[in-house]
């Protein structure tokens, strides 16, 4: 069963989307969605990258807004509205960690050796650690985010390096969202430009 427990897992939970998927109206969702970023304007951007950092420090997955936000905005600038939430979302949750958490988990750590270890390799090459991990789509972004803020990296070179690291994902999953705004009829199929 060990070796096929994750799988099994992996597809109960794609299975249990579906049926959400199903059983609810998501495209009118979006639709309604799309339409009051749409009326508020300009405006409906900076709602966007509010909700958005929001739910990132709320631990809500970061890939169904990216997704969203190419839908809504188009490819450019969904990964732009994407981006700026994501970026904000994981300051403000490295924050957290920093000045609520870190202390405490200090102390606590001193007694294990290898978090400290750990903890001095993210403070001497964190930007090389927080980039590589970044460019990893199966390390859950809004967990790190916490995690990196216990360690001893900087914060701006954790938020440069995670705006330089998220941007792949950010633009695959903006094209997605614009691919599926196209496949839904709410417009035409995207072009990388747009």
Sequence with gaps: ?????????????LIAFSAVAAAFPVRDWIRALANWMEQLGPAGVAVFIGIYAIATV???????????????????????AALSGATLG????????RYLVRDSIQKFAKSYPRFQAIDQAIGEN???????????????FNISN??????????????????????P?????????????????AGSP???GR
């Design 1 to 13: 069963m060990k070796r096929y427990g994750k799988p099994i897992v992996f597809a109960l939970v």
């Design 58 to 80: 709320l631990l809500f997955p970061g890939w169904i807004f990216t997704v969203t936000a190419g839908l809504i905005f188009g490819v450019v600038g969904g990964t732009a």
């Design 90 to 97: 994981a300051a403000l949750a490295f924050l957290v960690a």
């Design 126 to 140: 964190g930007w090389k650690i927080v980039g590589l991990l970044r460019l990893n789509p199966l390390i859950p």
């Design 146 to 167: 916490y995690f990196y803020g216990i360690t001893a990296i900087p914060f701006w070179q954790y938020v440069l390096v995670s705006v330089i690291g998220m941007l």
């Design 169 to 185: 994902g950010a633009l695959l999953y903006a094209y997605l969202g614009a691919v599926g705004k196209a496949t839904i009829g």
């Design 190 to 192: 995207p072009s990388i």
